[in-house]
């Protein structure tokens, strides 16, 4: 059963779109891993494939990158397959053309994408948006002296595909908490996609097994979409330099 987006998605330019995207996507990726037997190869090509279908839809000020998250208390995250930053707010550290250390207060959102979830892969997941959780994002001090902290990035697990033939929701829930879960999307092609409201204290979603037209990759971008161009014009404000840690080493300089 759908909630949220009724029983079918008008097939609209966009959608065709975005659906032709991820269909491309989905069949040169599981031309290119077959007889290969390198699961980490295997993972590439499949973040790969995911990245080449959300980047087309990124507004201007946002990118896809992956590494590990930092706040500036200098806590990392777990490596993150992948990852949407803001290109304005706080430069990331970069390796190489993608592979960096990125600033918590400049990601939107962070993947972990998997071949064909199970339950081992479910549970390395969870690890490490538990890692994602325990960061702090926007420190402000408060007139009492105490800090408070902003939102943290939303956390997607993506899959191409299930080892189960069961409701792919019951079996996140048996791993994940209900009302507090350590992700908040739930994508896996051929079987629905979830999300969970916070407003609300509560999970939405749709099973798609008995469509089986990856219409739900077309829900979870229509999402991801309407979220970007929302922040394009709200991003709150904040101070880089907390990176760098410079009010920790100068010092006032007294007249004389």
């Not at 099973?207 to 077309?218: M, P, Q």
């Amino acid at each position: 059963k759908c909630y949220v987006f009724g029983d079918s998605m008008q097939e609209t330019r966009y959608y065709r779109h975005i659906l032709n995207k991820i269909t491309a996507a989905k069949q040169a990726a599981d031309a290119m891993v077959v007889d290969i037997e390198h699961p980490g190869l295997e993972g590439d090509l499949r973040e790969l494939a995911l990245k080449n279908c959300i980047e087309p839809f990124l507004t201007h000020s946002f990118n896809v990158g992956t590494g590990k998250v930092i706040d500036t208390y200098q806590c990392l995250s777990d490596q993150i397959d992948a990852l949407i930053y803001h290109t304005k707010l706080v430069p990331p550290i970069f390796f190489s053309k993608e592979l960096g250390i990125y600033p918590v207060e400049s990601v939107r959102y962070v993947f972990e994408v998997k071949s064909r979830l199970n339950a081992t892969q479910l549970k390395d997941s969870l690890k490490k948006f538990e890692s994602i959780r325990k960061l702090q994002s926007f420190p402000r001090k408060q007139e009492n002296g105490s800090i408070e902290h902003g939102k943290l990035p939303a956390t997607v697990l993506f899959a191409f595909g299930s080892d189960i033939s069961g409701s792919e929701i019951e079996r996140y829930l048996k791993y994940d908490s209900y009302d507090n879960p350590a992700c908040i999307a739930l994508v896996v092609l051929g079987k629905g996609y979830w999300f969970y409201y916070d407003d609300h204290k509560k999970w939405y979603g749709c099973d798609t097994s008995n469509i089986g037209d990856l219409s739900e990759f077309v829900m979870f971008m229509t999402g991801f979409m309407n979220t970007l161009s929302a922040e394009e014009s709200t991003m709150r404000g904040f101070c880089p330099g907390g990176y760098v840690g410079l009010d920790k080493i100068a010092q006032p300089v007294e007249k004389t």
